[in-house]
């Protein structure tokens, strides 16, 4: 091949190498870009939580995760501090988006209010609705534009759970634990306060919700592997009679 032939070709190779690798950088690029943007959570990310919260147990088998739980005197009641279980539930905000897309407040309130009206550009957002309370029976309507008589319950306290347990857990746990819609009741603000951190032996909704109650604080604890005290599993037993006998009795 004449030399001149040669040297043409080398500048034709050393072009098309040049194009090459600017092409593979820019796809590079373009690929860093879209992971960047389509990423997984990282195993060490915060805990998003569960939109669908623990399954509340049948009154048979509530009966049962009552005989199964662990019964011990509360612990570590001293070290106790709210914002243990993340910011969100300690009035500073931050709260965790589950995987719906809403925060575990937000689900509640669109589950436990009727006549509900959502935001248009926003459908976690309740505007509107009407809750019949189950610890008083009290219907309460709701504007959110206006002050509320409605406030969202821990079923099992933050404090209580901790006292039974939930000190030993890491701060992933216990903040997936506060945000367990499973756990959460949206009620009468007055009723929530005299709640407070108490168990059942302590204080109890009307009556008539007694069963229900039992069933979902039976329903967290064998969950979550709380424990219960003496007092509390009596007073749970009491109310789980309350739901009649077994369907197969």
């Given at each position: 091949m004449p030399l001149r032939s040669r040297t043409t070709a080398r500048r034709r190779w050393r072009r098309l190498f040049a194009t090459s690798v600017?092409?593979?950088?820019?796809?590079?690029?373009?690929?860093?870009?879209?992971?960047?943007?389509?990423?997984?959570?990282?195993?060490?990310?915060?805990?998003?939580?569960?939109?669908?919260?623990?399954?509340?147990?049948?009154?048979?088998?509530?009966?049962?995760g009552l005989d199964r739980l662990t019964v011990a005197w509360n612990r570590n009641w001293e070290s106790y501090q709210r914002n243990s279980f993340g910011p969100g539930w300690s009035g500073r905000g931050g709260e965790v988006?589950?995987?719906?897309?809403?925060?575990?407040?937000?689900?509640?309130?669109?589950?436990?209010?009727?006549?509900?009206?959502?935001?248009?550009?926003?459908?976690?957002?309740?505007?509107?609705?009407?809750?019949?309370?189950?610890?008083?029976?009290?219907?309460?309507?709701?504007?959110?534009?206006?002050?509320?008589?409605?406030?969202?319950?821990?079923?099992?306290?933050?404090?209580?759970?901790?006292?039974?347990?939930?000190?030993?857990?890491?701060?992933?746990?216990?903040?997936?634990f506060a945000n367990d819609v499973g756990n959460l009741l949206a009620v009468q603000k007055q009723a929530n306060q005299d709640k407070g951190s108490k168990t059942p032996d302590q204080w109890k909704p009307r009556q008539s919700y007694w069963c229900d109650y039992a069933r979902r604080w039976v329903s967290v604890k064998s969950r979550w592997?709380?424990?219960?005290?003496?007092?509390?599993?009596?007073?749970?037993?009491?109310?789980l009679d309350t739901c009649g006998p077994p369907a197969n009795g």
């Open positions: 600017i092409l593979v950088a820019v796809a590079a690029g373009g690929t860093a870009l879209y992971l960047n943007r389509h990423e997984q959570p990282r195993a060490d990310a915060p805990p998003t939580g569960d939109p669908d919260g623990t399954r509340l147990l049948d009154p048979a088998q509530a009966r049962t988006v589950l995987r719906d897309g809403c925060t575990a407040r937000e689900d509640v309130m669109k589950r436990d209010l009727t006549e509900t009206r959502l935001g248009d550009s926003n459908s976690c957002l309740v505007l509107a609705g009407t809750l019949v309370d189950p610890y008083t029976g009290e219907r309460l309507p709701y504007d959110r534009f206006k002050a509320s008589q409605i406030e969202i319950d821990h079923v099992v306290a933050l404090g209580d759970a901790w006292r039974s347990g939930a000190s030993q857990w890491n701060p992933g746990q216990r903040e997936a592997g709380l424990t219960v005290q003496p007092t509390e599993r009596s007073a749970l037993s009491d109310m």
